[in-house]
C-alpha cells in the first residue's frame, strides 16, 4: 500500500515537473528569444510557394473542439493531462488484454 | 511537419492511413513482448508521463535562421526509450491530442503519424541501431554511443521523414514535386540539429540518472 502510494507520488511529481518546465519555457523562452512563433519547415514550404492567405483557405472537414483555446498556458495544460490520460488508458488497455489472454491461455 | 486538412488528395490520406492503421495493429500485438518482459505497473505510468514529455517539447517551437523555427518530433527518442512499436502508438496519440488543437488535422493524421510515428519511430530505430553496431567496434563510453547514436538516427530520421512530406506535397499537387521534396530538406537540415540535440541530451540524461527506464537497453546491446 506504502510502495503503491509513493509509486503514484513519483509519477505525479514527474508529471508536475514537465508541466512546469513547459510552463516556464513559455513564460520566458517567447520573451528571450529561445522559443519562436515563426512557421515551422512545413508552413514555411508551403507560405513561400503559394502564400499565407492560401495556406489558411485549406478546407478541413472538421473543427478543431478545442482550437477556441488561444491561451498557451491552458492549452499546454490540457495537453500534458490529455496525454497522459490517454496514453496511460490505451496502455493499461493492451496490458491488461494482454494479462487476461495469459491468464486464459495459461501462459507465463 | 504537421500536415493540415485539405492539403492532399485523397488516393495519398487513404492508403497512409491504410498503412498506419495496419501499423499499429502490429504494434499493438509487437507490444505484448514488453509487458511479458517488464511489469506493466511499473511501465504504464512511465510511458504516460513520456509522453508528456514529447507533448511538452512538440508544443513550443526553436527558432531556426531565416525566419523559420522547428519542434521536437520525438519518434526515434521514444523508440530509442520503449521501443518502436510502443514510439508509433505514442506519437499516433499525442498526434490526435494535437489535432484536436487544430496542430495537425484529422484526415491528415494518417499521414502525419506516418510521417512522424513510423519514419521517426521505425525507421528512426534501426538507423539508431545500425549507428550502435558501428560504434560497438570503437571504445567510446557506453552512454556516449547511445546519445551519438540516438542524437544521429534522429537527424536522418527527420530529414527522411521531411523528403517523404516533400513526396506527399508533390503528389498532392499542392507544390511541384521537385521543389516540395528539395525545400522540405533544406528546412530540416536546420531543424534536425535541434531534434538531435533534445534526443541526445534526454537519452543522455535518463542513461545517467535511470538507466533501468532505457526498456530497449539489451536490444540495442549497450548493457
Not at chain 2, 14 to 38: N, P
Not at chain 2, 65 to 83: C, F, Q, R
Request: aromatic letters at 12%; a neutral charge; proline letters at 3%.
Amino acid at each position: 500500500m506504502m510502495n503503491f502510494k509513493l509509486k503514484n507520488r513519483r509519477i505525479l511529481t514527474s508529471i508536475l515537473v514537465v508541466l512546469v518546465i513547459l510552463l516556464v519555457m513559455i513564460a520566458i523562452g517567447y520573451p528571450l528569444g529561445i522559443l519562436s512563433e515563426n512557421p515551422d519547415g512545413l508552413e514555411r514550404v508551403l507560405i513561400e510557394n503559394n502564400g499565407e492567405s492560401w495556406l489558411e483557405s485549406l478546407s478541413s472537414v472538421w473543427t478543431p473542439f478545442l482550437s477556441w483555446i488561444e491561451n498557451n498556458y491552458i492549452a499546454a495544460i490540457i495537453g500534458v493531462v490529455m496525454s497522459v490520460v490517454f496514453t496511460f488508458a490505451i496502455f493499461k488497455f493492451i496490458s491488461y488484454r494482454k494479462e487476461k489472454r495469459d491468464n486464459i491461455t495459461g501462459a507465463n | 511537419m504537421h500536415l493540415p486538412d485539405g492539403l492532399l488528395d485523397p488516393i495519398t490520406t487513404i492508403v497512409l492511413w491504410v498503412t498506419v492503421v495496419i501499423i499499429l495493429i502490429v504494434a499493438y500485438f509487437r507490444l505484448r513482448s514488453l509487458f511479458q518482459k517488464e511489469e506493466s505497473d511499473k511501465i504504464v505510468p512511465y510511458i504516460g508521463v513520456l509522453a508528456a514529455v514529447i507533448f511538452a517539447f512538440q508544443f513550443v517551437n526553436y527558432p531556426i535562421p531565416g525566419g523559420t523555427s522547428g519542434h521536437l518530433v520525438g519518434g526515434t527518442l521514444v523508440a530509442v526509450i520503449l521501443g518502436p512499436w510502443a514510439s508509433v502508438i505514442i506519437l499516433f496519440l499525442i498526434l490526435v491530442i494535437q489535432s484536436f488543437f487544430g496542430d495537425g488535422g484529422i484526415t491528415a493524421l494518417g499521414a502525419n503519424a506516418f510521417n512522424m510515428g513510423i519514419i521517426g519511430g521505425i525507421i528512426g530505430f534501426y538507423i539508431v541501431i545500425g549507428l550502435l553496431k558501428i560504434f560497438n567496434k570503437t571504445s567510446m563510453k557506453k552512454e556516449f554511443k547511445v546519445t551519438i547514436s540516438t542524437a544521429l538516427g534522429s537527424y536522418i530520421a527527420i530529414i527522411f521523414a521531411a523528403s517523404i512530406c516533400g513526396v506527399e506535397l508533390g503528389l498532392a499537387g499542392a507544390i511541384p514535386m521537385e521543389i516540395a521534396i528539395s525545400t522540405m530538406i533544406f528546412w530540416h537540415i536546420f531543424i534536425g540539429i535541434g531534434e538531435a540535440m533534445i534526443s541526445g541530451f534526454i537519452v543522455l540524461y535518463i542513461y545517467k540518472v535511470k538507466p533501468d527506464l532505457i526498456i530497449t537497453k539489451s536490444f540495442i546491446g549497450v548493457t
